[in-house]
């Protein structure tokens, strides 16, 4: 998996600061120019004329990844927006940033398509970035300083200027919301260590309600294994104890963002004990990434215990609790998390339980109302009932059942959940019911066609569980999987290899009709990694690798991520590894295609650093992940990033949004992935899109690594599942085409028979010209969508970001004529 990869400081370079004239009242300000310095390589200036119209002066042919015109205040306030009007290049893509007063910096994205001056509002809530200072996400007013930046990303050019003017700022509250004007400290249970907490024993070892049972004379060594993720941002974590031998050391590992912490918590002494810690990373053992800023919320990821100088004996320790002393901001005061089981058909019903787990993290308890509301696909309400409900203090879990059937007709219905208390903000949770495919699906081999997925075969040493997965993804019509083949895992001894276990993955990948590409990646534990030696290491496995799978493997990617921590040697080391190791590809399978650079977002400079190397490849590959999906952005970007290539294919291997509490709910998961499967293909840029994952990783809500899968870990689905089957079994064959026209803010895609049609924030009604025969329409979930037909005429409603798909009879999209208005300033643009 990815990371977004986000600045870690602000940096004010450049000319003399500016004061423009006539910006006064609370945006009273010096101007200086940033060239981005962290990011080398772009250059600029910043000027202002006699007006105060500020020029944001770029130029990345050096590289660089933006330029910024910082604004620092004069009197520090309590903005609750910036307003400002800007004119840009209609392709270019704006950031706004603030620092607030504890020295946290916050960014988020503008992007429309105007070319002329557009008025901006920006508020002071929902940033897709944040570091520095707590690094919590929270802003502390006052704010000290706006920026304004240009991104080097999809510009027709790479010199330019954007203008700004008449900057502005209204001050208050930036949230109205009662009580949301300071945190919260306190202290809570996070784990009593009960039947239902959750751990996973190793070594032989045995928790039962608290009690570990550990025989050192198997083992020296025994952990109880988790995801749990702490509430807020922690200030100590107290851990009760007792029993044991004397002697025995109990070890805890905390785990942030790819990165764990581990510190020795004490030597029992067999009875009663407490011991306490202060949060990562002073006095704490880091391994994982070397990220400059720890990542919330921590989770306990392993208890440790070792035999130290205890006897070789079995012993008991007993668990009491693990208490947090943490500080929770007002957005997490109450948290919901709903869930959604079937339960039995009857009839025309399909019987279901909607439930909710509940946490009041205050040091009172909560009374107020719960309110369930169940909806179909299409947001029409099927039932809705509201009960009281109080909520125990400090952290104590509190679950409600809610037993209510949805008609069985439906591919998808969701609960949304709602508590409401006076002094509190609403908080709500969605969890859905979403059907499997009713068919097994098509097990030919369809490479032509460009729908991929993450399914990851190679996780599941459990052959029985391989095939389930396998036969999931067929029945949802994925045609491609990314495999990872370890080098570690092939290659333990030098000149050893072992292909058993990935002929395993191949052949029952081959069975239900999906194609692998393989990715080659890692180091094995005997070689020098990142060195000259090292790499010609890697070639020999690599050559043996593609040898071994060449009857049935075609497509091979060196390498995963090496533009960030997945890859900690030298940068420059990277294409020595492809120009070797694409020659080593080649001479085992001169049919091979070889795919490389695969990029954590759209890294356009470490592209050209590859470029410019002269590293050889077949096809580029990038995982283009965002916080939001601009969808005529995001295709541009993937036509720009085609033609830095010089119009080399184009493979999006990794893309995906996570459904962890605090990231996207899954009905917003499911839209998302329909969007960038339908847009990348659309681009014409993109022959193949895989989404990050298939299942999801783990059962953490609270963890984003954990929530990406369109299957839950017990494979039910989610609607990102139905989403994906809808998408890849509707555009089963033709070559994929954008109409070249459409209507305003409508977008499409044409392949074979199928059309697809959609619209990113608005909602719209589109009007088709259909032919003879039959033709079903159909809603993101596989459902018929109620279209009005008037001959030949078709209308079909669109909701916004909600894909509709034709199939079937030809249908041509009529582009209504626009009246000519005379030319005006667009309407203010909230962001």
Not at 360 to 382: F, I, K, P, S
Not at 469 to 486: D, H, L, N, P, Y
Not at 682 to 689: D, F, K, L
């Amino acid at each position: 998996m990815i990371v977004m990869l986000w600045v870690c400081s602000v940096m004010l370079t450049g000319a003399e600061a500016i004061v423009l004239p006539g910006q006064t009242g609370i945006m009273a300000g010096k101007w200086t120019f940033s060239n981005g310095a962290e990011f080398p390589g772009a250059t600029g200036a910043l000027e202002a004329d006699a007006k105060g119209i500020l020029s944001l002066k770029y130029d990345f042919r050096g590289g660089g990844n933006y330029v910024g015109a910082y604004c620092t205040l004069d009197t520090p306030a309590a903005l609750r927006t910036v307003t400002f009007r800007v004119r840009k290049p209609a392709e270019a893509q704006l950031t706004v940033r603030i620092a607030d007063s504890a020295g946290q910096s916050f960014q988020k994205p503008i992007v429309y398509e105007h070319a002329g001056w557009q008025p901006v509002a920006c508020g002071m809530k929902d940033w897709t970035a944040h570091w520095g200072g707590a690094n919590d996400g929270v802003v502390r007013p006052p704010i000290v300083s706006v920026g304004i930046l240009i991104e080097n990303v999809s510009l027709n050019s790479p010199v330019g200027e954007i203008h700004i003017a008449d900057v502005g700022g209204e001050q208050g509250p930036m949230d109205s919301k009662p009580g949301a004007e300071k945190a919260v400290q306190g202290e809570y249970i996070a784990t009593d260590f009960g039947a239902d907490s959750g751990f996973t024993p190793t070594n032989g070892s045995v928790l039962s309600d608290g009690l570990w049972r550990v025989d050192f004379s198997k083992a020296s060594e025994a952990s109880l294994r988790h995801s749990l993720s702490i509430f807020g941002q922690p200030s100590a974590l107290s851990l009760t104890v007792s029993g044991g031998h004397k002697g025995n050391v109990l070890k805890l590992t905390l785990g942030s963002h790819f990165q764990n912490f581990t510190r020795t918590l004490g030597i029992l002494d067999g009875a009663e004990q407490t011991f306490t810690a202060a949060p990562p990373p002073d006095g704490w053992e880091h391994s994982g990434a070397e990220e400059k800023n720890i990542s919330y919320p921590l989770r306990v990821v392993d208890l440790t215990i070792e035999r130290g100088e205890g006897p070789a004996q079995a012993t008991d320790i007993r668990l009491i609790r693990l208490r947090c002393n943490t500080t929770v901001q007002p957005s997490g005061l109450i948290v919901l998390l709903a869930s959604a089981h079937e339960t039995g058909v009857s009839g025309n019903d399909r019987n279901a339980r909607w439930g909710c787990t509940m946490w009041n993290m205050t040091a009172n308890e909560v009374a107020g109302t719960l309110t369930l509301t169940l909806r179909d696909w299409d947001e029409r309400v099927l039932h809705t009932e509201s009960r009281p409900c109080t909520l125990p203090a400090r952290g104590q879990r509190h679950t409600v059942a809610i037993d209510h059937a949805v008609p069985a007709s439906l591919h998808f219905a969701d609960a949304e959940f709602r508590f409401d208390a006076p002094e509190f903000a609403p908080a709500t949770s969605r969890a859905g019911l979403t059907q499997p495919m009713a068919d097994t699906g098509d097990a030919d081999l369809r490479p032509e066609l460009p729908w991929g997925m993450g399914v990851y075969l190679y996780r599941y040493g459990d052959y029985a569980q391989m095939e389930k997965i396998a036969a999931a993804a067929r029945a949802a019509g994925v045609k491609w999987t990314r495999e990872e083949f370890s080098w570690a895992g092939i290659e333990r001894e030098r000149g050893v290899f072992d292909f058993t276990f990935y002929d395993q993955v191949v052949n029952t990948a081959l069975k239900h009709g999906i194609s692998v590409y393989g990715l080659l990646s890692y180091w094995s534990t005997w070689t020098k990694a990142y060195t000259e030696e090292g790499i010609d290491d890697f070639c020999v496995w690599a050559r043996a690798t593609v040898n071994h799978f060449k009857d049935r493997v075609k497509h091979w990617e060196i390498y995963n991520e090496p533009n960030i921590f997945f890859w900690s040697g030298p940068k420059e080391l990277y294409p020595v590894l492809v120009k070797k190791c694409y020659a080593a590809i080649k001479e085992s399978d001169p049919e091979a295609i070889v795919l490389a650079i695969s990029t954590a977002g759209v890294d356009r400079k470490f592209i050209q650093q590859c470029l410019d190397a002269q590293a050889p490849f077949d096809i580029l590959t990038i995982h283009p992940y965002r916080a939001r999906l601009n969808d005529a952005q995001f295709i541009k970007e993937m036509r720009s990033t085609a033609d830095l290539v010089n119009g080399r294919p184009v493979w999006i291997t990794e893309m995906g949004w996570s459904t962890h509490i605090g990231g996207v709910d899954e009905r917003a998961q499911a839209q998302l992935l329909a969007r960038c499967y339908l847009g990348a293909v659309a681009s014409g840029a993109i022959q193949n899109i895989g989404w990050y994952d298939f299942r999801n990783d783990g059962d953490d809500p609270f963890y984003f690594e954990a929530n990406f899968g369109t299957l839950r870990t017990d494979l039910t689905p989610k609607p990102a599942y139905r989403a994906l089957a809808t998408v890849c079994r509707t555009f089963d064959n033709g070559k994929p085409r954008m109409p070249k026209r459409l209507p305003k803010g409508v977008l499409a895609l044409e392949m074979g028979d199928a059309l697809a049609l959609w619209t990113q924030d608005k909602p719209a009604t589109v009007t088709c010209r259909v032919g003879r025969g039959e033709r079903r329409v159909l809603n993101l979930m596989g459902e018929p969508v109620q279209a009005e037909q008037d001959g030949s005429t078709l209308t079909v409603p669109l909701r916004p970001g909600s894909p509709v798909f034709m199939k079937g009879a030809h249908v041509k999209v009529i582009v209504p004529r626009e009246k000519k208005a005379a030319p005006s300033e667009p309407d203010l643009l909230r962001f």
